[in-house]
């Protein structure tokens, strides 16, 4: 699986994809953030910044592209037209959620306090939430449990 955009969003889906078996290789077109640099590394997981290969990246079977990677873009318009398939970061998630609930909270910063003021009323459900801060968006995950 080729993600495309080494921010937060593609380096989380890379170790996600990468946990379930699939083969990842992550390709930004600027320089990554030392901490993702280091995490992609760590994880074994193959990466490219500072420009794409394309020929690479249009041999793949399906493309996450990272939410702040316009659909104008080149790259993406070619992936588009050899029929790849492409998917969010979302998208990737709900494949593995299983039997978990998912509530997903999206819009500017302020709505972290919106989903722990939300949370806060169930304390039974503390332990089973994880509130992820993803660029512009917040996630908050149930777990099992």
């Given at each position: 699986?080729?993600?495309?955009?080494?921010?937060?969003?593609?380096?989380?889906?890379?170790?996600?994809?990468?946990?379930?078996?699939?083969?990842?290789?992550v390709?930004?077109?600027?320089?990554?953030?030392?901490?993702?640099?280091?995490?992609?590394?760590?994880?074994?997981?193959?990466?490219?910044?500072?420009?794409?290969?394309?020929?690479?990246?249009?041999?793949?079977?399906e493309?996450?592209?990272?939410?702040?990677?316009?659909?104008?873009?080149?790259?993406?318009?070619?992936?588009?037209?050899?029929?790849?398939?492409?998917?969010?970061?979302?998208?990737?998630a709900?494949?593995?959620?299983?039997?978990?609930?998912?509530?997903?909270?999206?819009?500017?910063n302020?709505?972290?306090?919106?989903?722990?003021?939300?949370?806060?009323?169930?304390?039974?459900?503390k332990?089973?939430?994880?509130?992820?801060?993803?660029?512009?968006?917040?996630?908050?995950?149930?777990?099992p449990?």
């Amino acid at each position: 699986m080729i993600i495309l955009g080494g921010g937060e969003s593609g380096v989380g889906a890379a170790l996600l994809a990468a946990q379930r078996g699939y083969d990842v290789f992550v390709s930004d077109g600027g320089a990554l953030k030392d901490e993702y640099r280091q995490t992609l590394t760590a994880n074994r997981i193959s990466f490219e910044e500072g420009g794409h290969t394309d020929d690479r990246i249009l041999d793949a079977a399906e493309v996450m592209k990272s939410p702040g990677i316009p659909e104008k873009n080149e790259l993406v318009k070619k992936i588009r037209a050899k029929g790849i398939p492409v998917i969010s970061e979302i998208e990737l998630a709900y494949r593995y959620k299983g039997d978990s609930r998912v509530i997903g909270i999206t819009g500017s910063n302020r709505n972290t306090s919106s989903a722990r003021s939300r949370l806060a009323a169930n304390p039974s459900a503390k332990s089973r939430v994880r509130v992820n801060r993803c660029g512009w968006k917040i996630t908050v995950h149930f777990l099992p449990g």
